[in-house]
């Protein structure tokens, strides 16, 4: 496991990974702060693949799995936002 390299530029999932007793909720910040330090070039969906790849085997019942699998499955379902733009004008 690589800290540091271009799919973890801050080693953020990395040290996640590696802090005793880690919380979901604190992994969620940790994923948070990795997909917005992400340079925008890249695919986060396929980076995101390639982080849960490297990790699921080792750590199946860790926080951060759980919370970048999480992310993958809201990627792929993105919702609908509405409001009053949305409505059809009379």
């Given at each position: 496991m690589i800290k540091g390299d271009e799919?973890?530029?801050?080693?953020?999932?990395?040290?996640?990974y590696r802090i005793e007793g880690?919380?979901?909720?604190e992994c969620r910040s940790v994923f948070l702060d990795w997909a917005l330090s992400l340079p925008m070039e890249r695919d986060t969906g396929q980076t995101l693949r390639t982080l849960i790849a490297r990790y699921r085997d080792i750590h199946p019942d860790h926080p951060m799995t759980e919370v970048m699998t999480e992310g993958l499955t809201g990627m792929a379902a993105p919702r609908r936002r509405?409001?009053?733009r949305s409505r059809p004008r009379n």
């Open positions: 799919d973890d530029p801050k080693g953020l999932i990395y040290e996640a880690i919380s979901k909720p509405g409001g009053w």
